[in-house]
């Protein structure tokens, strides 16, 4: 399983930083999407994968099944999700305020700030 | 006690920000609360600085679960003086920004994400868990894109929207790297990993390794990475950008050192010889950079990353010395740099411009702001005694010892290409004659003194940095040995039991 | 452009979801679900209500500001953390008062997170409706 | 009020080192006396004084100069704004000079070293508002700087030679150091730090630029004090040094070079200040010549160069201000007859020029036949550039004699204004000029039993061999002597013509500060290419590098690698479904021009990915995801339609495209590998298997990913919740008071 | 029905997602359904619950009715190659009138096989509907007039 | 669980899994947007009443307790889809896409849209597509 | 039996959003995507339920309900904002 899993994450992440290099800003914000999945998704992999067995204690029990499925990993994708959530509506409404202000979208003609 | 200083500086900024924005509608409560917020983070520094210096390194189990388990915050001598030297930023910062932003329509605003910045600066340097780190990095992220937007202008707007794509660019490979090192060791705490990650294959160190760098490369804005920092940070407000370039690519540096230290020993990943030569070049570029500018924030701006060159040398080269060097570089360059960026942030206030071709007279009209500027500056250009000869010499020395001739040497010329640097804003700034025309706009005597006692206070310290070296170098000299020896560390954060 | 039957019905549905988004919530600590899935629940409850009715109809119906909300959960959150301090324990020590009720810490701070992210949130999506719209 | 004030700390700067003298004068007990405090005692570096020959000699000269210069700026900047810093920064030099010739420790030398330049750099653009003065200060600093940094490098290879940063302990271990493969390049750093403060071919030219500064400060720290900095620390290291023969090479040619040059570049010039200014290089070019020879007698005659030159040349500058004063042109040309108005300064004048000439019996006279002795026993060729160079300042004192204060007045002449009045003003030149003379035919004996003899001594470590006598019968030092005195005449006779020749010449050939401002011009233009190679702007060019470096250290990292993970295709049909439906998504994003259908893709990316984490036991995720992801598809699509359509910015070029697929690509595939190479090892799980223990017995909660969240990892939590806050507080400021009517 | 029927249901929802049905979880339901509703409804309107109950039953059961047979000849015409269907668009003159009743006709009108909701008209007077087997429109009036809308305004009017 | 009830299961489930297959094949099939809204809507949410009906039974069969907790799923998707549909008609009203010509009493589209009854005279104003 | 009657039926959901699929990418009309991808979240309900039945789990149960509470926001807020004219290609 971890073997598709990793090509899928490895493709995920190429595409998205192909996008992350293109001019256009919704295409970075696009790429930016499929990047933040593809490492949510990396993670979750890189913490091997179990199959019909969540991390819940069932009713009278103390611990966990045998064979249960790493909570950690789970954990730390829901903290990265959440971040990567906040940063993810902030990222757009700055590429809706930038593109309003610079009248486009087209990241190269960003430049005036660097002209001296 | 361990407990509440521990986690102090962290709680404390975050309930200072908190109340502050809470009380936002009456302005003169919520600064009440930024200012008592900024002193009390300021003591409990001092405090933990004390602690440890009594105690060694001192660790929490935040929680009360045991280390491997749950989060731990630790102080070694670096992490607590980081700690103290941002809750001393931080106060100046807000005495600063009282006077800069106050006229300002998000006035208020700027405190509240000023304090949530520190609690993301304090929690990266406090942390011991290599997640926990990241979340840290990623408040200090959120709350600097906050600042920049704020009030934000065209040409603002367009510098945030540099630092914001780019700075994500590391926080994924960040994250990603972090995912990746807990897949290969199975936990996050960086004691733990320094025992694990040893049994790691080469390949797989290398590589996690690799990716560590690529996003505390551009975090701390190491050559060829830092295209976010020129291109951002003379955007911004004075009172923003002192604080900015004072600790947070120094955060950045801090974790190259943490993580290449304690989770990866820098010569077992194969990355030494890299990071040399990155060293090198950044030191090079970043000053070249700012030989080409004729504005005095981006002068400054290069020169953060020329500057954070000899830091990371001092990691490279990976001897007691040269990390101490390094180290003391740093306490030196935050304190330094900051003072800079507000002396600048000054002369833009009070003459609207801080184009060199704006500037003159200053010297003549305010002899004594000559005094302030020139000692952060020649500081900077690694004047003997004061505090930026001391670091340097360290780490150049290390370099000699160690056979880097050709760093050691580009060390060399960076710091002449500094003094012209430097010598370049002085003599245009302070020594020229004042230009036709040029405004020169009268402050009040509290915004006055607002604006001069971070300055002055600054300036004091560098002086005291520059002549009371022996004891913060043998306090340099300990935290690279701690950072080198790491048992100390681990036996510290491993043995805190529930 | 109104809709009687829109506008009914998501009344209707909102406050389905607000039930189960306080549901979720609640017994997120055994079951999945917690603070950040109930709050994007409300959020997309209250982000129904404002799409048949207005940005400023959801506005009067929370009475507070999502600024507000969201630092009242920030609050929750440090009192959580730093609770246990006073009792001797680290910072953010779950303390359990069982015998009253299944009630501790983490429970207050699962709360923080909820009120903080809802305010959040939801401050985003109204405020983005009124000025993009 | 105020004036009295500042009378009093001009008075006390004043005062200040005529107490250092005396304390100097009393503190000494030859031969050595130490003083020492701990500074940096880890690193060596600590407040560790000397008090032998040598540095008696420089000491007393910097605080007998200095206390002349302070009373002689008393009157001349008399008027001007600022004194009060003036004084300060001269006083702030002196100390720093002082530190400099009495530090025991190297690098505590270093630190009064660069506090030297420092200070100067503030003397010599004195006159800030000029812009000759700001680029000539810079150009000082930016060389003696440069030096300085040498220095260090050479300084440090010295100590870690030494084992030790003291200066005697140095010394004293000296012979040692030969073998190691730091004693070259500590030599040759040491040597440019030197060079560069002393002014030596073909870092010279900084010198006569700092004539920019009020003509006190040229008569201190160029006659006196920084300029022979240089040669004190060559002086201070040649018991380390002088043995190898690159020294004694390189010591005389630069001496000799720079002497022969500056001398004719002096003669060219009609500024008389700048004429002094270059006969100073001439100078300093024979004191590093006599210490490149080394011997007994090239030492005395350099010790004996060193205090002429200080008595006359600073005596000079005074003069040359007077005359500055008076006139308000130190032009030749517009200057005659000034003997019958500035009577004095004519007698000093005089007097310093004869001991410049070596005429007899100055001081420069005993020096001159002293430098002869030692040049005789060495090499014929360095004999003939002495009694040359010393030909070159025969003529520059008869032109700095005659020109000015001879002839008769004509209707180019400058008015002369009656300045002697001044008794500040004309004292201390006349004093200074007058010791060159008073002390070889009165002090002789003592002169050399209390300064030369304690001087050789520290450097040499025995005292002189012969006693210092005006008259040693004739000789061939008496005949080469004559030979100059009757030169340096014949030249002055065809001044003229000489002169014209020297403009022509030096006007063909390049000179330094030309040299040093394409230099200087050549870095910026360097530092500016590679600043818009680098910092273009571009953001997509930004991003691209990134990630090309990315790409590259990863690359690497495989490289180093070189083993293949194994690979194994157990998932089932559905889970291959799902990836390669996620795959095609990827693969349509990529490639659709429009933006709904993007978005709508994305939405079934992240869809997909909720179907994964449902999959592989992970519900809390799985829910998570699945409004995180509706949440930001409803967000975007708010927003997009404020945003420009895909097609408004030009299609990358196909070459772009490949590089960025490549770049992705290579980005992409090492990832697969790290990940098959992380997943192909099995994973530790005593974190899982505790958090299993004790999530329901001590945390009370059955859902471990919650417990996780709220109480093992409450802090990532906290953190995370303040993030969500703060970004919304900022999207929040982003919109508002901005719409986008708010742009006109 | 109005807001404490509402609220009711809430509560029985709340029960039906607990998947536990006790006193004690109902009266959590009916408060934090108090909670929501009152988050989420404009206006509040008086208590008057009757025996609507049984009504609501016989609606659902001819609602369900209707819903599988006509569905049938949807599928009909969608899997044959020819189209039988004759689209119109039809006024439906209401006498439901509250929002809720408007919305809950228009719904099972939606949910009936053969007609859509496209919209209400300004006046409240019609609905506005899409038929795809329209031949006859009176009749299809009269169907909706005799068979939901009536069961309908029992269930809401008591 | 006898054999009969897994039979039943089976049929009810199959012939879900046909509505929902037939919704999605009306959605290709159908000419005008407004005879496509019909399909989904009733067919595909017939088919996934029936398929949360046998997850219900068999979760109520399998497990101790009952578990009618599906039906909530069921009730909900009846009570949006029928909204979800109107709201696409009316966009495709107010976008006037285009209508099958066969569609009898094309000119009342226009009134619909404005959501005016159908005797209402429109004014010039008004344009008809 | 029920496995297998889950497989098939599976596999004509799978289909369906195959179909649904075709739909989204062909339009016309930004309103046919919509409508496409509001079946689509239907289907994918059903492929959810029928996992819960596949691995007689209940977990799933509320995905599903998630999925349609999402699916009717996503499809309601979408043609509000063609309505509003918010969506333009
Ligand atoms: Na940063
Ligand atoms: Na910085």
């Not at chain 4, 329901?696 to 993030?723: K, Q």
């Not at chain 7, 999925?67 to 918010?86: E, H, N, Q, V």
């Amino acid at each position: 399983m971890e073997t598709l899993w990793s090509i899928v994450v490895g493709v995920m992440l190429g595409a998205g930083i192909y996008l992350m290099m293109e001019r256009h800003l919704v295409r970075f914000i696009f790429g930016l999407m499929i990047v933040s999945n593809a490492v949510n998704l990396g993670i979750f992999v890189a913490g091997r994968l179990t199959k019909g067995n969540p991390p819940l204690i069932d009713e009278g029990a103390l611990e966990l099944a045998e064979g249960f499925a790493n909570p950690l990993p789970q954990a730390l994708i829901l903290t990265a999700i959440v971040i990567g959530f906040g940063l993810l509506l902030f990222t757009m409404i700055l590429a809706y305020r930038a593109s309003t202000e610079m009248g486009t979208a087209d990241l190269d003609q960003y430049r005036e700030s660097e002209e001296s | 006690m361990t407990e509440w200083l521990l986690v102090a500086p962290v709680i404390l900024a975050l309930s200072t920000g908190t109340f502050a924005a809470l009380f936002m509608r009456w302005r003169t409560l919520s600064l009440v609360v930024i200012w008592v917020g900024a002193v009390v983070q300021v003591v409990s520094a001092i405090a933990l600085l004390m602690s440890v210096l009594d105690e060694g390194i001192v660790a929490v189990a935040v929680g009360n679960w045991p280390a491997p388990f749950g989060i731990s915050f630790v102080a070694d001598n670096l992490s607590a003086a980081m700690v103290l030297i941002t809750a001393i930023i931080g106060l100046a910062t807000v005495a600063y920004a009282s006077a800069d932003l106050a006229l300002r329509p998000s006035y208020p605003l700027y405190h509240v994400l000023i304090q949530i910045l520190l609690v993301g600066v304090y929690g990266s340097f406090l942390t011991g868990d290599i997640f926990n780190l990241y979340v840290w990095f990623e408040v200090m992220l959120i709350s600097s894109f906050g600042l920049m937007i704020l009030d934000a202008n065209r040409v603002q707007i367009e510098g945030a929207v540099k630092y914001v794509i780019l700075n994500l660019v590391s926080t994924l490979v960040f994250l990603l790297a972090i995912g990746l090192l807990h897949g290969a060791t199975g936990t996050l705490n960086m004691a733990d990993l320094s025992l694990k990650v040893p049994m790691l294959d080469s390949g797989k160190t290398t590589l996690i390794a690799s990716l560590f760098l690529f996003g505390f490369a551009i975090k701390s804005a190491l050559f060829p990475v830092f295209a976010w920092l020129p291109a951002s940070y003379h955007t911004l407000p004075s009172g923003v950008v002192a604080i900015f370039a004072g600790l947070l690519t120094k955060v950045g540096v801090y974790a190259l050192m943490r993580v290449f230290t304690l989770v990866f020993s820098l010569p077992n990943t194969g990355l030494q010889t890299l990071l040399i030569i990155i060293a090198g070049l950044t030191m090079l570029t970043g000053v070249l950079g700012a030989a080409s500018q004729f504005n005095i924030k981006r002068i400054l701006s290069f020169h953060i990353i020329s500057q954070i060159g000899y830091m990371v040398m001092g990691l490279a080269l990976y001897t007691p010395l040269a990390i101490a060097g390094g180290i003391f570089y740093i306490i030196h360059h935050i304190i330094v740099k900051a003072n800079l960026f507000l002396i600048g942030g000054y002369l833009q206030r009070k003459h609207g411009s801080d184009n060199l071709s704006d500037l003159g007279g200053t010297y003549k009209a305010l002899p004594w702001l000559g005094v302030l500027f020139i000692i952060p500056a020649f500081s900077l250009a690694g004047f003997p005694p004061l505090s930026g000869f001391w670091g340097k010499f360290m780490v150049i020395r290390a370099s000699l010892e160690t056979g880097q001739y050709i760093l050691a040497a580009t060390a060399l010329f960076v710091g002449l290409m500094t003094i012209f640097s430097m010598t370049k804003i002085w003599s245009e700034a302070f020594w020229k004659a004042r230009p036709d025309g040029q405004p020169n706009e009268p402050l009040t005597r509290k915004e006055h003194w607002l604006y001069l006692t971070p300055i002055v206070v600054l300036a004091i310290m560098t002086i005291i940095i520059g002549l009371a070296v022996e004891p913060l170098y043998q306090f340099a000299d300990t935290a690279a040995r701690q950072l080198l020896d790491t048992t100390q560390y681990v036996d510290t954060v491993m043995g805190v039991l529930r | 452009m109104n809709s009687i039957i829109f506008r009914t019905a998501s009344h209707i549905v909102s406050g389905l979801m607000l039930l189960f988004s306080v549901y979720l919530f609640f017994r997120g600590h055994n079951q999945p679900g917690g603070g950040f899935i109930g709050a994007l629940i409300a959020v997309i409850a209250f982000g129904l209500l404002m799409l048949s009715e207005s940005p400023d109809y959801v506005r009067r119906q929370l009475k507070q500001t999502p600024l507000f909300m969201s630092l009242i959960g920030v609050l929750c959150l440090l009192a959580a953390a730093v609770m246990p301090l006073f009792f001797g324990q680290p910072l953010l020590t779950g303390l359990w008062w069982k015998e009253i009720l299944p009630l501790g810490t983490p429970l207050l701070f699962d709360l923080g997170v909820y009120l903080a992210v809802i305010g959040g949130v939801l401050g985003i999506l109204l405020k983005v409706e009124e000025e993009l719209s | 009020m105020a004036q009295t004030r500042l009378n009093i700390a001009l008075g006390s700067m004043v005062l200040l080192p005529f107490v250092l003298f005396m304390w100097v004068v009393f503190t000494y007990q030859p031969p050595l006396t130490q003083l020492s405090w701990p500074w940096v005692p880890s690193l060596d570096i600590n407040l560790m004084f000397r008090l032998d020959g040598l540095s008696v000699l420089f000491a007393g000269l910097i605080t007998g100069v200095g206390l002349l210069v302070q009373l002689y700026s008393l009157a001349y900047m008399k008027g001007k704004p600022a004194r009060f810093s003036f004084h300060l920064l001269l006083t702030l030099f002196m100390l720093s000079m002082l530190g400099l010739v009495l530090a025991d420790n190297i690098l505590l030398l270093f630190v009064f070293w660069e506090l030297t330049t420092l200070t100067s750099y503030l003397l010599i653009g004195y006159n800030h508002e000029e812009a000759k003065s700001r680029k000539n200060a810079l150009q000082a600093m930016i060389i003696t700087g440069a030096g300085g940094l040498a220095l260090l490098a050479g300084l440090l290879m010295l100590g870690n030679l030494a084992d030790s940063y003291q200066l005697s302990l140095i010394i004293e271990r000296a012979p040692g150091y030969q073998n190691s493969v730091w004693f070259i390049p500590s030599l040759i750093c040491v040597l440019v730090g030197a060079f560069a403060k002393s002014a030596q071919f073909p870092l010279h030219f900084w010198l006569p630029g700092a004539m920019a500064a009020p003509t006190p400060v040229s008569a201190y720290l160029h006659s006196a004090t920084m300029v022979k900095a240089g040669v004190y620390l060559l002086a201070r290291l040649l018991p380390v040094y002088g043995e190898t023969a690159l020294w004694g090479w390189s010591l005389g040619l630069a001496g000799a070079i720079t002497g022969l040059w500056c001398g004719l570049l002096a003669l060219r010039q009609t500024d008389l200040k700048l004429m002094l200014a270059f006969s100073t290089n001439v100078v300093l070019g024979k004191l590093v010549m006599l210490l490149g020879i080394g011997t007994e007698t090239a030492v005395s005659a350099a010790l004996l160069l060193i205090a002429a030159h200080a008595f006359y040349k600073a005596g000079l500058f005074m003069v040359i201000g007077i005359v500055d004063k008076a006139t308000g042109t130190r032009e030749y040309a517009q200057l005659r007859a000034l003997k019958p108005v500035l009577g004095i300064s004519f007698v000093a004048a005089v007097v310093g020029a004869a001991s410049k000439a070596g005429f007899p019996p100055t001081m420069g006279f005993l020096s001159k036949e002293y430098m002869y002795k030692a040049g005789a026993y060495t090499d014929v060729f360095v004999t003939i550039a002495m009694v040359a160079i010393n030909i070159l300042l025969v003529t520059l004192a008869l032109v700095l004699v005659m020109k000015p204060f001879l002839g008769e007045k004509d209707n180019h002449t400058a008015e002369i204004k009656p300045v002697e009045q001044y008794k500040l003003l004309w004292m201390p030149p006349l004093l200074l000029t007058c010791l060159g003379l008073i002390v070889p035919l009165l002090f002789l004996g003592q002169f050399q039993a209390i300064i030369i003899d304690p001087a050789m001594l520290a450097m040499l470590g025995n005292g002189s061999p012969e006693a210092v006598k005006l008259w040693s019968g004739i000789n061939l030092a008496l005949i080469l002597s004559l030979l100059t005195l009757i030169s340096g005449a014949v030249l002055y006779r065809f001044y003229t013509p000489l002169h014209q020749f020297l403009v022509r010449l030096t006007g063909a050939l390049p000179n330094g500060p030309d040299v040093y401002a394409r230099i200087l011009d050549a870095v910026i233009k360097l530092a500016s290419w590679q600043t818009r190679t680098l910092q273009h702007g571009q953001l997509s060019g930004y991003t691209l590098q990134f990630f090309i470096v990315l790409a590259a250290i990863l690359v690497y990292g495989v490289y180093a690698t070189g083993a293949l993970p194994n690979l194994s295709f157990d998932a089932e049909f559905y889970e291959y479904a799902i990836g390669i439906l996620m795959v095609g998504c990827a693969a349509i994003v990529l490639a659709s021009p429009s933006r709904l259908t993007s978005i709508a893709t994305l939405g079934m990316i992240g869809f997909l990915t909720t179907l994964i984490f449902m999959i592989y036991s992970a519900p809390d995720v799985s829910k998570t995801q699945l409004l995180v992801e509706t949440l930001s598809v409803v967000f975007i699509a708010i927003v997009m339609r404020k945003l420009p359509l895909l097609n408004t910015v030009p299609k990358p070029s196909r070459r772009r495209r490949l590089v960025q697929l490549s770049v992705a690509g290579t980005i992409g595939l090492c990832m697969t590998l790290l990940m098959l190479m992380i997943t192909s090892d099995p994973l530790d799980q005593s974190l899982p298997e505790y958090f299993s223990q004790y999530s329901y017995p001590i945390a009370n909660g059955r859902n471990v990913v919650n417990v996780i969240l709220v109480d093992f990892r409450a802090f990532d939590t906290l953190g995370e919740v303040v993030v969500v806050v703060v970004a919304a507080i900022a999207a929040i400021s982003v919109v508002r008071r901005f719409r986008k009517g708010d742009e006109q | 029905m109005n807001l404490l029927t509402l609220n009711i249901v809430l509560g029985v929802s709340w029960m039906l997602i607990n998947g536990s049905f006790s006193i004690f979880n109902f009266i959590v339901g009916f408060v934090v359904g108090f909670v929501c509703l009152s988050l989420t409804q404009a206006t509040s309107g008086p208590l008057n619950y009757g025996r609507q109950g049984w009504a609501a039953v016989k609606l659902l059961i001819y609602f369900l009715k209707e819903v599988v047979i006509t569905s049938i000849k949807v599928v009909w015409d969608v899997l044959t190659p020819t189209h039988l269907s004759e689209p119109d668009i039809i006024y439906y003159p209401l006498d439901a009138k509250s929002d809720l009743e408007i919305m809950l006709l228009a719904n099972m009108v939606s949910m009936t096989p053969g007609s859509l909701t496209l919209d209400v008209s300004e006046d409240r007077a019609y609905l506005i509907i899409h038929a795809m087997f329209a031949r006859d429109k009176a009749a299809v009036i009269e169907e909706l007039k005799n068979g939901l809308e009536k069961r309908l305004l029992e269930v809401t009017r008591g | 669980m006898s054999t009969v009830t897994e039979w039943v299961l089976s049929i009810l489930l199959l012939t879900g899994g046909v509505f929902l297959l037939a919704g999605s094949i009306g959605l290709v099939r159908l000419q005008d947007i407004y005879m496509r809204l019909h399909a989904p809507t009733k067919a595909s949410t017939l088919g996934i009443g029936l398929v949360l009906l046998v997850s219900a039974i068999y979760a109520t069969l399998t497990n101790d307790g009952i578990s009618i907790s599906e039906l909530l799923v069921t009730v909900f998707l009846f009570f949006t889809a029928p909204i979800t549909a109107h709201m696409m008609a009316k966009t495709a009203l107010h976008q006037r896409l285009h209508r099958l010509e066969r569609t009898q009493n094309q000119d009342l589209f226009e009134n619909a849209r404005l959501r005016l009854s159908p005797d209402a005279e429109l004014d010039d104003t008004v344009s008809k597509p | 039996m029920l496995n297998t009657v889950v497989m098939i039926v599976s596999g004509m959901v799978s289909l369906a959003l195959i179909l649904n699929l075709y739909r989204l990418l062909v339009g016309p009309d930004v309103l046919d995507r919509v409508l496409a991808l509001d079946t689509m979240y239907i289907n994918g309900i059903a492929l959810i339920v029928l996992l819960g039945i596949y691995f007689r789990s209940a977990l799933y149960f509320e995905g599903a309900l998630l999925i349609a509470l999402l699916g009717f926001i996503s499809s309601t807020a979408l043609c509000k904002f063609l309505i509003r004219g918010d969506l333009i290609e």
